[in-house]
């Protein structure tokens, strides 16, 4: 299932790339579209989205208030920089913040991070403390590493994924969140750690599977 997106800029070209980059996201698909708050508000009404990308400064009000208030989650995406206004939206609620201008990259990366937040936090029943760090931490978590703490979380998520199960990095990436090539890479680097079997299962024809295991 897609998580479903409301843009609000009142800057039609911007809103319209931001939409773009929504469509194009796996995993993701454009609800709606605003140019002001009170637009969002009807809309929103209509049809509830999971995430909202708000600017801060709207003709008809304040994006990081409505950010507070709005029954979704929020990316605010705002030319911003001054660290009052920063901290104010994390108050509200932000799950991020991109100061304009920045790239198509940088707004899929957060798109990625908080479908792994929410992929993280789909389990049922109660959650660990360490489960609910590692959910916080995959937020940033990209395909370009900041930090290690992140990158521990999304491997992490892939160790308790696999459980006692073997699969393949398709399916641990499928289930996770997260893209193949990062499970692989993560998957690897676990292997040179002693955490993760690598098997080989070979097919009819063609190149051999890898299937990858949790050690005892």
Not at 13 to 18: Q, T
Not at 28 to 54: C, K, N, T, W, Y
Not at 88 to 104: C, D, E, N, T, V
């Amino acid at each position: 299932m897609d998580f479903t997106v409301t843009v609000i800029d009142d800057d039609f070209r911007v809103a319209g790339i931001h939409a773009d980059i929504v469509d194009s996201t796996p995993g993701f698909r454009l609800l709606s579209s605003a140019r002001s708050l009170g637009e969002a508000r009807q809309l929103m009404v209509a049809d509830p989205p999971d995430l909202i990308l708000v600017d801060v400064y709207l003709p008809d009000g304040d994006g990081i208030e409505f950010a507070r208030r709005a029954a979704a989650d929020a990316l605010i995406l705002s030319s911003a920089a001054d660290a009052d206004t920063v901290h104010r939206a994390f108050q509200a609620g932000a799950l991020a913040y991109l100061i304009k201008p920045f790239s198509g990259k940088q707004l899929t990366d957060r798109l990625n991070g908080y479908q792994r937040f929410r992929q993280a936090l789909s389990a049922g029943g109660d959650l660990t403390q360490e489960k609910v760090d590692q959910a916080r931490a995959v937020l940033s978590d990209s395909a370009t590493p900041v930090a290690r703490p992140a990158r521990a979380a999304t491997e992490q998520l892939l160790l308790d994924t696999l459980g006692s199960a073997e699969m393949t990095a398709t399916e641990l990436a499928e289930r996770t969140g997260v893209s193949r090539a990062t499970a692989q890479r993560r998957l690897a680097d676990l292997a040179g750690q002693g955490s993760v079997i690598i098997r080989l299962r070979y097919g009819q024809s063609g190149r051999p599977e890898h299937l990858y295991s949790r050690a005892e």
